[in-house]
Structures are given as C-alpha cells and as structure tokens.
C-alpha cells in the first residue's frame, strides 16, 4: 500500500521538452514510473525519446494540453516543470482538466498565483496540488513523481511528510535499511497544496504504513496545528523533527514561509507542541532517525 502514488499511476510531465523535465523524466522512467507523455502547446505532436527502467527505449508524445494527453493516455497525475511566470496557468490548466494528483516542483512562484490555483483547485474539489517548490512524492519500488533521488531507501513501514526537500533525501537515507511505504516532500512556501495534516491523515488509514516521520521547520503555525491533529485523530507513532533550533532570532531563514514572529513559530515552540501530542521529537535529523529506530523495534 501507499499514499497517493503507486505502480498503476499514469504520469505526464508538464514542460517534458525543458532543460528540467527532460532530466528528471528521465529519472523517474529509471525509477519505474509510467510516464506516459508530456504537455508543450508549441511542441505538440511531436515526440521524446528515453529509456525505460529495464532500458528499453520508450517515444513518449508531447501534446498541446493536458486534457489532450489525459483523453490519449489515461493519465492521472501530472508533474509540473514550468518557470515561475507560467507555472500558475499550468496548474490551473492541469485542474481544469481534472487531473488527480498535480506535484508542482517549480520554486519562486509569487504567492499570489499560488493562491489563486489552490483557491481554483479547492473550488472544483478534483486536483490534490502537491507543492509548490517541493521535491514531489515517491513510493519506493513503485513509482516517484519530482526529484527525490529514487536509489536512497527501498521499500517499508514508515511514511515521511517534510517540508525540505534536502531533510527528506537524509532521513529516507538514514532510515534505508528499514524503508519507507511513501515520501512526500510539501514544500515550504506560505501556500502549499497538500499539507502536514493531509498526509498524517492519509497514513493514518493506510494499512502498511506503521509510523511516521514528520519534518517542519521554524515559521507559520503548521507543526503546532498538525500537533493538535495528531493528539485528536493519529493512533500510529510519530517521530518529528524541527529545521531551525540554531536559527538566529530575528532572521528570515531559507524557505519562504520560515518566517518568525516572537516566539511563535520558533523550533523550539513547536517542539514543545508537538511533544505534547505524544511526538518524540529530536533535536537533528540523526537523533530523530535514532528515535524512529527504537519505535520500529518496539512494534
């Protein structure tokens, strides 16, 4: 089992034809992922060639809209490799077509736009919006859909939602040996499409996954609210982790959302909010990996 991806996901690559999505089109075939296509308005009907994960060489069609290659293909996720000044209009096509799963790597999108397609994508009630400015989502062994390195972990019980796409490559790292049933990188801008609270929610009632790794970071209130989610709605064990506990006062860090506001929103605050829900926290990624360690071992 998984969350939101699996072996039968069908995927296209917004902006397939790019520096970027050629490359990493590339590595998601070689993870396994069923690309089955890609959009560029100014290059429809043509084709890119690749290579499957067996090697096998694959001519994947470039159509001139998403809704296009859903009616060929099947599709039902899309990935988006768009600039920042065109990534909004893609992502609002991708909805209007009604994709399922939209994963929107693109960082320094202005968060007007991306106010807009999640406002657009709440309203039509089809599209979960993974992202922006995010490493994506992969199910080892199955499928990976962003930019995660897929040779990292293997398959196994723990799911991770991060914020950092660079936290998420470490943990899944230092948790190899054991694996993970699904990764997924949100992002950390102000406006994110799938949140914290979304995917505990979606691990909670996924059989195979048996406990959870949740990294934040300084900024917002998105750790102390899926704190109180945790409290009131997850039974499987959370391990967490907060990016910021040496982060200067008074600093704008990284991330567009690692914005501080007294002591709200500080790692330590949300340290402390999410050890009351019964999360054991650690204070680096290591001792966080250790901790997670000793809860598997307890199962």
């Keep these: ?38 959009v560029n308005a ?55 077509a009604g994709i399922g799963l939209l994963v929107v790597i693109t960082e320094g999108i202005p968060v007007q736009d991306s106010a807009e397609f999640w406002a657009h994508a709440k309203s039509t009630g089809t599209t979960r919006i993974i992202g922006p400015n995010c490493p994506g989502i992969i199910t080892p062994g199955e499928s990976l859909v962003g930019i995660t390195p897929a040779n990292i972990t293997g398959k196994g019980p723990i799911g991770l939602v991060s914020k950092s796409g660079t936290l998420t490559y470490q943990m899944m790292f230092e948790l190899r040996d054991i694996g993970f ?8 801008d102000p406006i994110i499409g799938t949140t ?49 506990f040496t982060a200067p006062e008074g600093k704008t860090m990284g991330h567009a959302g690692a914005i501080v506001s007294g ?22 990624p290591s001792e966080t990996a250790r901790l997670m360690r000793e809860v598997i071992a307890a199962l």
């Design 181 to 188: 049933s699904t990764a997924i990188g949100i992002g950390g």
């Design 263 to 284: 002591s709200s929103g500080t790692a330590e605050a949300k340290k402390v909010a999410l050890e009351a829900a019964g999360v054991k926290v650690g204070k680096t």
């Design 42 to 96: 100014r290059k429809a009907g043509t084709t890119v060639n690749h290579v499957t994960q067996d090697g096998s060489p694959v001519e994947l069609p470039v159509f001139g809209s998403v809704k296009e290659a859903m009616a060929a293909t099947g599709a039902d996720v899309s990935i988006v490799f768009v600039p920042p000044a065109f990534a909004k209009d893609a992502v609002i096509e991708g909805i209007d």
């Design 196 to 244: 914290h609270i979304d995917a505990l929610e979606a691990f909670e009632a996924d059989p195979e996954t048996k406990a959870i790794v949740m990294i934040g970071e300084i900024g917002g209130d998105a750790e102390e609210r899926a704190a109180d989610f945790i409290k009131a709605n997850v039974t499987k064990p959370v391990v967490g982790y907060v990016a910021g």
């Design 1 to 38: 089992m998984s969350i939101y991806l699996n072996k039968d996901s069908k995927v296209i690559v917004q902006g397939i034809t790019g520096g970027e999505g050629s490359k990493h089109t590339a590595r998601m075939l070689a993870a396994g992922t069923q690309v089955v296509g890609g």
